[in-house]
């Protein structure tokens, strides 16, 4: 059932940080999560850890409690049992807000980007920086100039060369483009973890290919990511770990270096159980 794991890219083996540890205490961790819609259970016990300086991809079928799951952890979903920690602290997230302050940024599928502004304004949307003095404190006047020239150096640090005015409308830019402003936006503000959902679900070849380059930067820049996706190739290529969902739970953890895409399909569809698999094909940090 096994093939050849995925070939890793220059830039994911120059910059790939060290395997997780077991004993290391997790950036953010779920457990026991449980949430019930009626009859229909989305989360059963659903466990989940992160590790400082990784990608841990999650994978998993349609209806495996994927997204209940990260709307739990980004704060737009409250579990019916279970805790959240932060660096080995519970915490409560009743809302995205919440989540944001405890230093988990989130980019939708959907990017939640406003097309009609600009690229800066997008960037500080909500966080608006205003005018030292009585212009911002009573006329709320709006520091648009320090906005732009720090929205240019996030759009610096991660490496975004393709935008070259922060002040051009996100409706002129491409669908890459536009997901480089969403996540960088996240980078900017999340000083804990950036949870990516599907960012590449909408891209063509060579748009994905600039995201996932992005992705493996933030990782690289000090934020550990957690990559929801569908696509096989894309997990392998840039993941660490790899978190297998199954009827709301996690059901196993693997190590993309020690098995190959066939085999987390087999485990995500129920054909191979995990425990069938050789050693090396499960990862460090968490258990089945």
Do not use: W
């Amino acid at each position: 059932m096994s093939e050849k794991p995925a070939p890793e890219t220059a830039a994911s083996a120059a910059a790939a940080p060290e395997r997780p540890a077991t004993g290391q205490t997790p950036i953010l961790q779920a457990r026991g999560l449980v949430k019930r819609y009626g009859r229909v259970t989305a989360l059963a016990g659903a466990d989940l850890e992160l590790y400082p300086g990784e990608i841990l991809a999650v994978i998993g079928d349609n209806g495996a409690g994927k997204s209940s799951l990260i709307k739990a952890l980004s704060g737009a979903l409250v579990p019916d049992a279970g805790e959240i920690l932060v660096d080995g602290t519970p915490v409560r997230l009743p809302s995205p807000i919440a989540a944001r302050e405890a230093g988990i940024e989130t980019v939708h599928q959907s990017l939640a980007v406003s097309p009609s502004l600009d690229i800066a304004t997008n960037l500080f949307l909500g966080r608006e920086l205003r005018k030292p003095g009585i212009l911002g404190s009573v006329f709320r006047m709006l520091d648009r100039s320090r906005m732009r020239d720090e929205a240019r150096r996030h759009l610096d640090d991660l490496g975004i060369m393709t935008i070259q005015n922060p002040g051009q409308a996100v409706e002129t830019l491409s669908g890459g483009q536009r997901q480089a402003v969403a996540v960088a936006r996240a980078a900017a503000f999340g000083n804990k973890v950036v949870i990516m959902d599907e960012p590449t679900a909408a891209l063509g070849v060579r748009e994905s290919r600039a995201v996932l380059d992005l992705t493996l930067r933030v990782r690289d820049n000090g934020l550990p990511v957690i990559l929801i996706s569908h696509n096989m190739p894309h997990v392998f290529e840039v993941a660490d770990r790899v978190h297998v969902q199954r009827l709301g739970r996690r059901i196993a953890t693997l190590d993309p270096a020690g098995c190959g895409m066939a085999d987390a399909v087999a485990v995500m569809t129920g054909a191979v159980d995990p425990a069938d698999l050789p050693e090396e094909a499960h990862a460090p940090g968490g258990s089945l």
